[in-house]
């Protein structure tokens, strides 16, 4: 199922690009670089865990900006940050918005090793979640509205016989359609329903 | 028949008698033709008993070609079983010597009650075959035709008997002759076989020495690697081809002479005894597996070879054979990896050391991004080249590619800081005539990075034809680089109005050379003057060092250095240099 990792790296310096492919080649992994932070925009990316390696001082659009513009268009790539030179200020901002390191050019070979593997690990949990909260998302639009509102008060806490009243429907058919839904979302109990509602409320699910 | 026949009518009829008895005895071999000895001895004695009305007749056939002696006896029918034929033989042995010719011709004996006359007749020429032996009780016996019958009867019986153990012998001979030829041709058989395979075995065993042969010759011939064997006292037995491009020897110069002439003068010894060491004691003093050792070419020049031993006994001699490779390249390689990040960590310690000793933290930012980007590129490929060289993984081209890449890298940062080291010297000033706006342009371009990453726009009002200012270039460079970067520093939080840095040059009042570093950043708080203190600074990674050094390098030429704010917003920065007098670009 899980294509093979892929680091991208994005950095203006012809010789910084290519040696860091080198580097990432050793522990074997692929890497695809780029020059601009436009060029690898224009990329699609694949279907496999990846992350990307990002000199934070780039022409045209800062390092900062391409994380924002990131964000912006919905890309979780996860981002190790190179810089020419300490930045604090710029590294703390770069953190906050979820880089998951900061290294200062030269680094040790490990530590972009281990940022690299760090930022892979965390992609392919992400596109993990995602996956199940995918297939979630399927099951809960094949309940009917009735079923998915009755779902939603189980849910909240209410009893049979309290969701009948407010539905104004009788509290055996309140309690078919609950066992029907439980039994379209593939939950075993209503813990595990509780928990998949959960889910679906959360960053990756659309139920708001 | 009556023998004692007297008249002539008795003796016809007594004569006749003879005759057929003669015939009958003629007769006789018809009957055992092709019959076995025994067979005509019985067929002889039965006849000669009833034809002579004998008592007794016994027949001895020697024994002849691996045939058991026959002792056959038959006594008339009166004299059943008196006597055993060895009974006979014993008594018959006392009488007849080995030569027939002087047998007795007649011999008297008693044969149970009786006593009988005996008539011995040699069989064969010379009684080879054996004897025959008639007796009768009869006082007249034998009588001449009787003589006669019976020394007939044992000429055919001879006769017979000869054919009978020509015969038994050409059968003997021949069934020995078949069972022989059937044994050979078993044996024959077996031997072929074993022949045929011990042929198929070989042809396969040469096969397979031929192709194994082949295949060890192709790969010594062929191999990148010098081979070399010797034998027990260190004599080189054989080199391959690679030899001379390694060692630069002809095969043939080396074979026959020690092993030690690959080697460098003060290893000889060193291997000698060890080898001396190893053929007593079977104890290896070193790895025998891929062990990195120096070896000698034949011009002199020593080199690295990584060199693996085998050891064969053939013939209860020792053969010892080296494979040897070339290992400079690679050493050269290692050593070069090695230099190079020798030389990258003393670069990064120097940036270091000039950082700290310029106290310009942003300017060596500045120039410390433009060093960092080959320096990381260096590390990583070195990096990733000790990775590959621990894997043992590394090949030659890439590592070649990667060691041009860090080659070119390098060059890449020693310029720069040699740019840097240009401007920051160590030594005392060193002044001359200068033009100062040669001096700031250069600044400019050095700034470049900065300024372009920092969005400021830059504006120069140079006066030309300016007079020359008596200065150290470098330490002048330093006070316009540190007034730049302070500027876009202060510039790098403005962002509702434009960036400017605007570097004037020019003539004051009193004749001096005016430069003018003014910005539209957040300018001055307070008191102004404050920034021109040691370690006053209002940034995170600032030392303060900046003003107060270049307030006292434009002092130590004779000139100012001041601060005034800008209107509506930012900083100016003012100092002086006296012209030297009658000069202008
Ligand atoms: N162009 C300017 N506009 C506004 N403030 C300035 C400007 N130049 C200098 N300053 C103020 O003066 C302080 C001292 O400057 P100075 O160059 O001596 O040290 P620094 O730049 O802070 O550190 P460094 O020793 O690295 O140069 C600065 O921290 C800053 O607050
Ligand atoms: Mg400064």
Redesign the pocket.
């Known amino acids: 199922m899980t294509n093979a990792p892929v680091v991208f790296v994005v950095d203006d310096d012809q010789s910084v690009r290519s040696s860091l492919k080198f580097l990432l080649s050793t522990v074997g992994l692929h890497v695809e670089s780029f020059d601009s932070a436009d060029a690898f925009l224009r990329k699609n990316l694949p279907d496999s865990p990846s992350c990307l390696v990002l000199d934070v001082r780039l022409p045209g659009l800062s390092g900062l900006d391409f994380q924002r513009e990131l964000g912006a268009r919905k890309i979780n790539i996860p981002i190790v940050f190179l810089t020419g030179h300490g930045d604090i200020p710029m590294s703390v901002r770069a953190m906050k918005a979820g880089a998951v390191e900061f290294l200062t050019k030269p680094f040790r070979d490990q530590d972009l090793l281990d940022a690299v593997r760090i930022a892979l690990e965390r992609d392919r949990t992400r596109r993990e979640h995602e996956k199940e909260v995918l297939i979630l998302q399927q099951r809960f639009d094949s309940l009917t509205s009735r079923e998915r509102e009755v779902i939603s008060l189980v849910v909240s806490g209410m009893l049979n016989k309290q969701i009948a009243d407010q539905l104004g429907t009788a509290e055996s058919t309140v309690k078919v359609q609950r066992s029907r839904a439980l039994e379209k979302m593939h939950a075993e109990s209503l813990v595990d329903m509780v928990r998949m509602i959960e889910k679906l409320n959360g960053p990756s699910g659309r139920l708001r | 028949m009556d023998v004692h026949a007297r008249d002539p009518a008795d003796r016809i009829k007594q004569l006749q008698h003879c005759i057929n008895d003669l015939i009958s005895v003629l007769a006789l071999p018809a009957m055992w033709s092709g019959g076995e000895p025994s067979r005509i001895v019985q067929t002889l004695l039965d006849a000669l008993l009833r034809m002579l009305q004998l008592d007794l007749v016994y027949v001895r056939l020697k024994e002849t070609g691996g045939q058991t002696p026959i002792e056959i006896v038959r006594f008339a029918q009166s004299q059943q079983d008196i006597a055993q034929p060895h009974e006979i033989g014993e008594i018959l042995e006392g009488w007849l010597g080995a030569n027939p010719q002087e047998w007795p011709l007649l011999m008297r004996n008693t044969l149970g009650d009786r006593d009988i006359s005996i008539v011995p007749l040699g069989l064969g020429l010379q009684g080879e075959i054996g004897v025959i032996v008639a007796g009768s009780g009869r006082s007249d016996f034998p009588q001449q035709t009787e003589r006669l019958i019976l020394s007939v009867a044992a000429n055919q019986a001879s006769i017979g008997l000869q054919e009978a153990r020509l015969r038994s012998e050409q059968k003997r001979v021949a069934s020995e002759l078949d069972q022989r030829v059937a044994q050979r041709t078993t044996e024959l058989a077996v031997a072929n076989e074993e022949l045929r395979k011990e042929i198929a075995n070989r042809k396969h065993a040469e096969d397979d020495l031929r192709s194994s042969e082949e295949k060890h010759r192709v790969i010594v011939e062929t191999a990148n690697d010098a081979v070399v064997s010797m034998d027990e006292t260190g004599a080189i037995l054989i080199a391959n081809p690679a030899t001379r491009r390694i060692f630069g020897y002809d095969p043939i110069e080396i074979i026959g002479k020690p092993l030690t002439m690959l080697m460098p003068e003060m290893m000889r010894k060193l291997h000698e005894n060890g080898f001396k060491r190893y053929l007593a004691t079977g104890k290896r003093h070193l790895n025998w597996q891929g062990i990195e050792l120096t070896a000698q070419r034949k011009d002199g020049q020593e080199f690295a070879v990584e060199v693996s031993f085998g050891e064969l006994t053939s013939d209860g001699h020792k053969l010892f054979t080296g494979f040897i490779r070339d290992i400079s390249e690679r050493k050269r390689a290692e050593d070069q990896l090695r230099a190079s990040e020798r030389n990258l960590q003393m670069t990064q310690a120097e940036l270091a050391r000039v950082s700290r000793l310029t106290?310009?933290?942003?300017?060596t930012a500045s120039i410390a991004h433009e060093v960092n980007q080959p320096l990381t590129a260096v590390i990583n490929n070195g990096s990733a080249c000790l990775r590959l060289l621990a894997n043992r993984n590394l090949e030659p081209e890439v590592l070649r590619r990667a060691l041009e890449g860090i080659v070119a890298d390098g060059t890449r940062a020693s310029a720069v800081l040699a740019r840097i080291r240009a401007f920051i010297k160590k030594e005392p000033a060193d002044k001359n005539p200068l033009d100062i706006n040669e001096v700031i342009q250069e600044m400019l371009v050095l700034a470049g990075h900065e300024l372009y990453e920092s969005q400021v726009v830059v504006d120069q009002q140079l006066t030309t034809d300016l007079p020359f200012v008596l200065a150290d270039r470098v330490q002048l460079q330093q006070v316009l680089l540190?007034?730049i970067?302070?500027?876009i520093?202060?510039l790098a939080s403005v962002i509702n109005r434009p960036r400017l840095l605007l570097v004037q040059s020019r003539i004051n009042e009193s004749r001096d050379v005016l430069v003018e570093v003014s910005?539209s950043?957040?300018?001055?708080d307070l008191e102004i003057d404050r920034?021109?203190n040691p370690f006053?600074?209002?940034?995170a990674?600032?030392?303060?060092?900046?003003?107060?050094i270049?307030r006292s390098l434009v002092e130590s030429h004779g000139g100012q250095l001041w601060a005034t704010p800008n209107s509506p917003h930012?900083?100016v920065?003012s100092f002086t240099l006296p012209a030297i007098e009658g000069t202008a670009s």
């Open positions: 106290a310009m933290g942003e300017l540190n007034l970067m302070n500027a520093e202060a910005d950043g957040t300018g001055f920034v021109f006053f600074t209002t940034k990674k600032g030392m303060g060092m900046g003003l107060s270049s930012g900083a920065f």
